[in-house]
């Protein structure tokens, strides 16, 4: 039973995200904001969200190993499955934006301020205010940098239906609900299958709760490659790690201070290190190929492999 409820509480995470990203689009586009902040919204916030609930429902239940092991995982899958995936399935891709210039810092410096935080084994509430700030910093980057590069098409069956207030609100409710509801199922039934199978909270978070929350950048980015726009995948996971890194583990911390037992995970973080330096080889190298898809989807077959063994 808690298998098919961790299922189904997935299901409504993923899909409550989804109405919140859907109806947030349509409010802005109603008040005629940009398809830039849009962009830059959904990249930070949007795909974001189920990472972001089952996180801070798992601290504020005291699971700190659950909620920092989400971000870990989530941050490892969406740069070697996500992007592992759409290079390998790409047909070509050439940004016009200098990925490796302009926005390399960004792969780097969330991770370097989160093995600094963790050093003295916790995160605590000071910590994730000032990853909220590191937020808040990204932001204002992605709003001072060219508008036209970072764009990201938005449905254009959205831009022709009529705004509904009580509509759009109705919706968002449902959003939250499922979205928060789903975190809650998710966090307890993850917990009951680690006992039953004898494994840590770690490894259900690292795994079956972070692979599920990445779904969402997973969909995005199979769209994006559809629709002939794959280099977008790329921004959109940079944002995605930063918020996780920032939102996510700023949020969770500051319900409850994270304890993070480096010894213990010490071959995750490793493997979280060499995935962000592996980001940063295929920007600098332009591998936005098969080459570079083999070479992340690699890091992940060793992840995959030496945590089952």
């Given at each position: 039973?808690?298998?098919?409820?961790?299922?189904?509480?997935?299901?409504?995470?993923?899909?409550?995200?989804?109405?919140?990203?859907?109806?947030?689009?349509?409010?802005?586009?109603?008040?005629?904001?940009?398809?830039?902040?849009i962009?830059?919204?959904?990249?930070?916030?949007?795909?974001?969200?189920?990472?972001?609930?089952?996180?801070?429902?798992?601290?504020?239940?005291?699971?700190?190993?659950m909620?920092?092991?989400?971000?870990?995982?989530?941050?490892?899958?969406?740069?070697?499955?996500?992007?592992?995936?759409?290079?390998?399935?790409?047909?070509?891709?050439?940004?016009?934006?200098?990925?490796f210039?302009?926005?390399?810092?960004?792969?780097?410096?969330?991770?370097?301020?989160?093995?600094?935080?963790?050093?003295?084994?916790?995160?605590?509430?000071?910590?994730?205010?000032?990853?909220l700030?590191?937020?808040?910093?990204?932001?204002?980057?992605?709003?001072?940098?060219?508008?036209?590069?970072?764009?990201?098409?938005?449905?254009?069956?959205?831009e022709?239906?009529?705004?509904?207030?009580?509509?759009?609100?109705?919706?968002?409710?449902?959003?939250?609900?499922?979205?928060?509801?789903?975190?809650?199922?998710?966090?307890?039934?993850?917990?009951?299958?680690?006992?039953?199978?004898?494994?840590?909270?770690?490894?259900?978070?690292?795994?079956?709760?972070?692979?599920?929350?990445?779904?969402?950048?997973?969909?995005?980015s199979?769209?994006?490659?559809?629709?002939?726009?794959?280099?977008?995948?790329?921004?959109?996971?940079?944002?995605?790690?930063?918020?996780?890194?920032?939102?996510?583990?700023?949020?969770?911390?500051?319900?409850?201070?994270?304890?993070?037992?480096?010894?213990?995970?010490?071959?995750?973080?490793?493997?979280?290190?060499?995935?962000?330096?592996?980001?940063?080889?295929?920007?600098?190298?332009?591998?936005?190929?098969?080459?570079?898809?083999?070479?992340?989807?690699?890091?992940?077959?060793l992840?995959?492999?030496?945590?089952?063994?």
């Open positions: 039973m808690d298998y098919i409820i961790f299922i189904a509480a997935m299901a409504a995470l993923i899909y409550g995200a989804d109405f919140i990203i859907k109806e947030s689009e349509r409010i802005a586009l109603h008040f005629n904001i940009s398809h830039f902040v962009g830059a919204t959904l990249v930070a916030f949007g795909t974001s969200l189920p990472e972001m609930a089952a996180s801070m429902v798992a601290s504020a239940h005291g699971k700190s190993d909620a920092v092991a989400n971000v870990v995982g989530s941050v490892i899958f969406n740069i070697t499955l996500v992007l592992g995936v759409v290079f390998m399935i790409a047909k070509s891709m050439n940004p016009d934006r200098d990925l210039s302009k926005d390399s810092a960004w792969v780097i410096v969330p991770l370097v301020i989160f093995f600094i935080m963790t050093l003295d084994g916790k995160i605590s509430r000071i910590d994730g205010a000032l990853f700030l590191m937020m808040v910093s990204y932001l204002i980057f992605l709003f001072s940098s060219n508008k036209e590069e970072l764009e990201i098409e938005i449905d254009e069956t959205l022709k239906e009529k705004f509904n207030w009580s509509k759009s609100a109705v919706l968002l409710g449902i959003g939250f609900v499922l979205t928060i509801g789903g975190a809650n199922f998710v966090v307890e039934s993850g917990t009951s299958i680690a006992r039953s199978l004898h494994v840590s909270e770690w490894i259900i978070g690292l795994f079956l709760i972070s692979l599920g929350t990445s779904l969402p950048e997973l969909v995005v199979l769209v994006a490659v559809k629709k002939g726009n794959a280099e977008m995948s790329i921004g959109n996971i940079i944002g995605s790690n930063v918020a996780n890194f920032s939102m996510v583990l700023g949020g969770a911390a500051l319900l409850n201070p994270l304890s993070v037992n480096l010894a213990a995970t010490k071959f995750d973080m490793l493997i979280l290190a060499a995935a962000s330096i592996a980001l940063l080889f295929v920007l600098a190298n332009k591998l936005y190929n098969k080459a570079g898809g083999i070479f992340l989807l690699i890091i992940l077959a992840f995959i492999q030496n945590s089952f063994a």
